[in-house]
């Protein structure tokens, strides 16, 4: 039976790991992402605010603070980026030569099993990593979009197209978000992913440790209190 479950070097525990990290990231993400109105997220209450920010740039002038904000938003996903890609960088070189994690499991006396076991815990940290990196490149490119829609709001409110292109301006910005925040709980899953390296117990409780936070914070957090007072419909 065991060796049914054997695939290549994970053993079943390891593997079970791995369905439960897959699991927890595709739930969460799903759970926040589809929120029901009684209850929202804080990434829907957040794209109740985008659409509210849209609406006050119709009659707002300057609108300097407007591109300002969008501006620190790019800056934001551009960090997240060259982090992300530091990271895959770092972790395709421990893939390459996983001897140094070998010896250091071997110092902490801990079972460190052949080398493609490293490799396969390694890889799929690196994967998660990817997956944030191409959210976050993508993210940006969306929120320059976002910029260039809400240039194209006429000035006039008055003008019939002003609060139809600051809608469309808005689910731009919604959609940039969106992604943006699928690359963060991709890095979050990277890091819980890093404790497998001292096992599959390990990366049990991180995952479980890592999926209860981020519901936490989507669901039950003091910042999440104070969006939901006078939110915008």
Known sequence: MTESLQIGPLGPLDLA??????ACWMVIGWITEHSSPSRPSM????AGYRRE???????????????????????????????????IGAGLALIANPQPLANIASD???????DLLWEAR?????LFG????LKFVWSHRLFSYAAI?????????????????????AQININAAKSFNRGLRSVY?????????????????????????????????????????????
């Not at 990434?43 to 957040?46: A, R």
């Not at 990817?130 to 990196?133: D, G, P, S, T, V």
């Not at 409110?157 to 301006?169: F, M, S």
């Open 53 to 87: 920010w849209m609406r006050q740039l119709v009659t707002r002038q300057p609108r300097i603070f407007d591109s300002a904000m969008v501006d620190g938003l790019r800056q934001s996903t551009t960090f997240f980026a060259s982090t992300s890609l530091l990271a």
């Open 189 to 233: 899953f990277a890091l819980a992913t890093l404790a497998w390296l001292l096992g599959p117990y390990a990366l049990i409780g991180a995952v479980v440790f890592t999926t209860g936070m981020l519901w936490r914070r989507e669901f039950a957090s003091d910042s999440r209190q104070a969006l939901l007072e006078n939110r915008p419909d």
């Open 108 to 114: 902490f006396a801990l079972d460190h099993g052949p």
């Open 122 to 126: 390694i890889l799929t940290a690196v």
């Open 43 to 46: 990434g829907k209450l957040m």
């Open 130 to 133: 990817a997956n944030a990196f």
């Open 17 to 22: 790991a791995l369905v439960l990290l897959v």
């Open 149 to 169: 829609a809400m240039a194209a709001v006429p000035n006039d409110p008055q003008d019939p197209l002003a609060y139809p292109r600051a809608a469309q301006a």
